[in-house]
């Protein structure tokens, strides 16, 4: 079965600080991997998927497969970046379902 | 992008009394509509994929004649909970998917439900 890690409840760091939020994943086919946020009192919303290789509000995040992560970056965390990031994992055999990790709490300290 | 509404956004019920949350997709046909449920600081569970005009998909440890499914057209699906008791006090999320093959899932802004 799949399974999405993020090890970080809660993390947090100086605005202009680097910032790195973590996901592994437990997958036995060709993982799909995204991002999605949700800032406070909003809706969740995707920020990034892996298969785009796409810079959304200068988050990146790469695949790594030896090592199952798609760790979310940004090289200088801004105020407006404080909300909660999820990882999923997609599902294929034609459900397109989403595993969700966890989710960790960026709080951007000004 | 795609618009996804939930109704109600909150609500609170007596035990043993059924609700009934929609979940509509405004702009986009649906061919996938998702419900999970969040507990406070915790994660979203995915609980039933419904397709529309077949039955709905459910997870294991759902119960589907306690959450009830109905995705009757490609703009509308419903979630009924019934007889619901304090356990099933949470936030109710419903996404919604456009087509074949991969697309994107654009999520509602959830519905509280209260069970006093």
């Known amino acids: 079965a799949q399974r999405v890690t993020q090890p970080e409840k809660l993390l947090s760091v100086f605005k202009g600080a680097p910032v790195e939020l973590k996901c592994n994943y437990s997958y036995s086919g060709s993982p799909e991997l995204f991002w999605y946020v949700q800032y406070s009192r909003q809706r969740l919303q995707l920020l990034l998927r892996h298969i785009s290789r796409e810079s959304i509000k200068g988050f990146t995040a790469d695949l790594n497969k030896g090592e199952t992560s798609f760790h979310l970056k940004k090289p200088f965390a801004q105020e407006e970046d404080s909300a909660m990031y999820y990882c999923a994992l997609l599902s294929g055999a034609g459900s397109y379902q989403l595993t969700f990790g966890k989710g960790t709490k960026l709080s951007v300290i000004p | 992008g795609a618009v996804v509404s939930q109704h109600p956004s909150r609500v609170i019920c007596k035990s043993g009394t059924s609700v009934k949350i929609e979940c509509r997709s405004l702009?986009?046909?649906?061919?996938?509509m998702f419900w999970y449920r969040q507990f406070p600081k915790q994660s979203l569970m995915l609980m039933a994929t419904s397709n529309e005009g077949s039955k709905a998909t459910y997870e294991q440890g759902v119960e589907k004649d306690k959450f009830l499914i109905n995705h009757a057209s490609l703009t509308l699906s419903t979630l009924t909970v019934t007889s619901a008791h304090p356990e099933d006090s949470s936030f109710y999320i419903c996404?919604?998917?456009?087509?074949?093959?991969?697309?994107?899932?654009?999520f509602g802004p959830g519905t509280r439900l209260t069970v006093l």
């Open positions: 996404s919604a998917r456009a087509g074949q093959g991969y697309n994107e899932q654009f």
């Open positions: 702009d986009f046909q649906a061919t996938t």
